[in-house]
């Protein structure tokens, strides 16, 4: 294990453990106001934790709060981790070449020795060309491009990316997400994100934080296809039940049964997750006659578009329908409609 | 916004008190060259006694200033980028002077440097009379400068916010280098600005300089204190020198202007 933190931050409700592996890269996943950018702050040590221990290679970053053990807090320049924000927040007074060639002069690296490593680390980002420009004459995508360059020519042993792509035009994201996929194989890191694009490409494994606390973690491909918390699932575009196994199916809290396939043997009345796609939900006004299948009421809460379809979104689940469809059945916020879905197309698993 | 456009019409009646106010800063200025001797301005200007308070002036000043950069920096780092008990307390009580007529300044200076103040006895013992010495005018002058640097500067720091600090410092970089390479080039105008403004205070300073360092030709008789002497026995003298440092305030303006400072 290269980096393992757990720390506790009682004034923000945060209590959280990671672990990142050597050349791993981790996703933390989560809404807004999660403590995900928390995570980053106490382990780049912006932050100082109540409580917590973090190491780095084997190197104790931090150890506070805890009796009988003596206090250890590596300043942030002493830590081996380099952070990259949301904004590229270049110093605006050098130019992208002297960004980059920072971290190596800051270590004391000779002045030629820091340029040559900043042209490197300019050509890995695709910024060669700028490299004498001054951030202000740079666009969001080229200078979130040179902060990557800039993170990496520190030599950082563990580099944090806060929402990297956040800030950037959805025309510019995709090359940048290429980009980073490229510059992190083979890297230690942390990646916070609210999109599911950054942590199937470019994560190994994924952690899922709500309320500052972890609520689901697991390798990325394996926890996107069967998402057990309610906000994976909702990024991941896919519905859950959550309930207990009753026979071939899940009893949710509300009494709703939604039938299934289970994955693994689990036990009736064991914790269980029945999960299917918007894609495989039928939408009704009537109840349908034919093949046992199963139907759950509810009552819509939005319409909007998913690509050439809409999605429509009732309180806990969502189907995705054409918009024929729903000028047909005339689907509207407020109106009660039927879900069916086959019991082939709900996987069931324990939670 | 593009300079000499507008996006919204400014309420006509505005322009009426502005215009009242400028006219009640310029018109005393034009009063002055109303006054002027012209031909014996030379003259007046080069006399022993005003080359002397000139020169004086403008070596104190500088000593203040820097002064001011040395300690005021320092002071408007602790504000603006740390917290700790008292600290708004603190705050005010290091913006008293601006607020304080420069004479209750010159009086509390005294007794603190003077023979008989808390340090004068330690500076006594170490041969040192600070009251009433050229010392005493720099320390008047800073005494009262030093606010204004300090507040700028501390403007500007919160202004630049300290995230570009945090990135510098997961680089790699120390406390000390993030100071001299980023945290300082970000609030250079801000410093330019303050340093000017604590040079103009400096430069005026009268009442505190008057009351702790006394009127001593070619020692303490900056040129302000000049320039009320030289008015009870010689007013176009008064008037010519009164010119001399619009001028040399004007100068100072500028040169802060042209650097994008203010």
């Known amino acids: 294990m290269t980096f393992e933190v757990s720390a506790t931050v009682s004034e923000r409700g945060f209590d959280l453990s990671m672990q990142v592996g050597v050349g791993e890269t981790l996703a933390v996943l989560g809404p807004n106001g999660s403590g995900k950018s928390t995570a980053m702050s106490v382990i780049a040590g912006l932050l100082r934790p109540d409580a917590g221990t973090a190491s780095l290679d084997g190197r104790v970053l931090f150890d506070v709060g805890r009796r009988g053990r003596s206090h250890v807090w590596v300043p942030p320049h002493d830590r081996g981790v380099a952070l990259l924000a949301q904004e590229p927040l270049l110093f605006p007074h050098l130019s992208a070449l002297d960004n980059v060639a920072f971290g190596p002069r800051s270590v004391g690296q000779a002045r030629a020795k820091s340029r040559a490593l900043a042209e490197h680390w300019l050509g890995q980002v695709d910024a060669a060309q700028y490299a004498d420009r001054k951030p202000a004459q740079l666009s969001g995508g080229q200078a979130q491009r040179i902060a990557v360059a800039r993170a990496l020519a520190a030599d950082p042993r563990l580099l944090l990316l806060d929402e990297p792509l956040a800030a950037l035009d ?103 997750v029945a999960v299917f796609r918007p894609s495989a939900v039928g939408v009704y006004r009537e109840p349908p006659g034919g093949s046992p299948r199963n139907v759950i009421d509810v009552t819509i809460t939005e319409l909007e578009p998913f690509g050439d379809q809409i999605r429509v979104r009732t309180d806990r689940l969502s189907a995705d329908v054409t918009a024929t469809a729903v000028a047909e059945l005339d689907l509207a916020p407020g109106t009660d409609v039927i879900f069916t879905v086959k019991a082939s197309e709900v996987a069931i698993y324990r939670s | 916004m593009a300079r000499g456009s507008r996006q919204v019409g400014l309420p006509t009646w505005v322009f009426v008190p502005a215009a009242f106010g400028a006219l009640f ?103 040192i009379q600070v009251a009433f010495s050229t010392t005493a005018v720099v320390l008047a002058q800073t005494f009262v400068a030093l606010p204004f640097l300090v507040v700028s500067l501390e403007g500007a720091l919160r202004t630049a916010g300290g995230r570009y600090e945090a990135v510098a410092s997961t680089l790699g970089a120390r406390p000390t280098t993030v100071f001299r390479r980023v945290t300082l080039p970000l609030v250079l105008p801000g410093l330019v600005s303050g340093a000017v403004l604590s040079f103009a205070r400096a430069l005026g300073e009268f009442g505190a300089t008057i009351t702790f360092a006394g009127s001593l030709q070619g020692v303490t008789r900056t040129l302000p204190l000049e320039i009320y002497l030289q008015r009870e026995t010689d007013a176009d003298a008064a008037v010519a020198l009164s010119l001399l440092l619009v001028i040399v305030a004007i100068v100072v303006i500028g040169l802060a202007r042209g650097r994008g400072a203010i």
């Open chain 1, 170 to 272: 959805v025309a510019v994201a995709p090359a940048v997400r290429q980009m980073l996929r490229r510059v992190l194989n083979g890297r230690s890191a942390v990646i916070v994100t609210h999109d599911v694009l950054d942590a199937l490409l470019l994560a190994d494994r994924v952690l899922v934080v709500e309320d500052g606390h972890m609520v689901e973690e697991g390798p990325t491909a394996e926890l996107l296809a069967r998402p057990r918390s309610a906000f994976a699932a909702r990024i991941a575009g896919l519905n859950m039940v959550r309930g207990t196994l009753d026979g071939h199916g899940v009893l949710g809290p509300d009494g709703a049964r939604i039938e299934g396939i289970a994955e693994q043997p689990i036990s009736p009345g064991d914790p269980a």
């Open chain 2, 25 to 127: 800063v310029v018109l005393p200025l034009a009063a002055i060259l109303t006054r002027v001797e012209w031909g014996n301005f030379f003259g007046l200007i080069t006399s022993d006694s005003s080359v002397d308070a000139l020169l004086l002036s403008l070596r104190t000043s500088s000593v203040s200033t820097l002064l001011c950069v040395i300690f005021g920096v320092p002071m408007a780092m602790v504000l603006a980028r740390t917290s700790f008990r008292g600290q708004q307390v603190m705050r005010s009580l290091v913006l008293l002077p601006l607020v304080l007529p420069p004479v209750v300044g010159g009086i509390a200076l005294l007794y603190t440097f003077g023979r008989r103040g808390i340090l004068g006895h330690t500076f006594e013992v170490l041969g």
